[in-house]
C-alpha cells in the first residue's frame, strides 16, 4: 500500500449503495482517486469497511506515495489493518524515469544503439503496439503511428525490407489517409518507394515511379521542402512524372 508514484486506485463506498461505483467498476474495472482526496474519504472507509464485500464486490488496491500513508493509518487505522498485503514499490528519481514513447533519434535507426539495444528496442515497440489497440482518437493514432514507423525503420535497417514495406503499406499508410494527414501521407509514400526500390525488383519499379509522383505533387502543392528531395530520388532512380501517375 505505501510507496509508488500515482495517486490512489479503489472503489469508495458511500454510505448508500452507489450505482455509479458499480456501473463504472463494472465497465473499466477501476476507478481512479487522486491521492489528495484520501483525506476526505478516509472517514467513510473506517465507518464502512464492514460494508465492503457486498457494496464493492472487486479486488480494492490503493496506490499512494509514502507520504500519505500516515494520514491513512491515523484516519482509518483499523481500515489499514484490514488490507490483505503491502507492497513496496522502490522511489525513482526523474533521471531514472523514461517518458513513454520517447524518441531520442529522430532520423532513421539510432546510431549509437548495438545490436542488442536494436533488439530490446524491437521487443519494446512491439509490446507497445500490442498492448494499445488502434482508436479512432487522433492522439492514440499518431502515438501508434510512430511506433509502427520505427519499427519499420530498424526492419529495414536489419534488411527485412518485406516486413518493413508490410508495415508501412499496411499499418501506417491507411492510418495517415483516414487522419487526413497530407504531409505524413506524401512522406509515407516516399518511404515505401524507396523500400520497393531497395528490393530492386524490376516489377515494383513502376509503383516505386507512380508513388514518388504522387509524393512530389503533394510536396509541391503544399510548398514543401521534400518536394526537392523527392525530386532528387527521382533523378538518382533514372524515373520521371511523365505520365506516372
Known sequence: MSGGVGGVTGAIPSPRPDPGIRRVARQTHRVMVRGESL?????????GRTEWPWRVPHPVVFWLPRRLVGALTR??????DWRSDTIEVAELSSVALRPLAVRDWDFGVDPRFS???QDERLRE???RIAATPDSVHERVCRTRLDWWDELAELKLARGQLDEALRMLTEEVL????RLGDLRSLLVCRAKIALTLLARGRADERAQANRLLCLALA????LRLPEAGQIEQILQDAGMDCDGAT
Open 218 to 221: 503533394a510536396a509541391r502543392h
Open 115 to 117: 545490436r542488442e539495444e
Open 174 to 177: 491507411p492510418v495517415f489517409e
Open 39 to 47: 483525506i476526505a474519504v478516509r472517514a467513510k472507509a473506517q465507518l
Open 125 to 127: 515497440l512491439q509490446a
Open 75 to 80: 484516519g482509518a487505522p483499523d481500515f489499514f
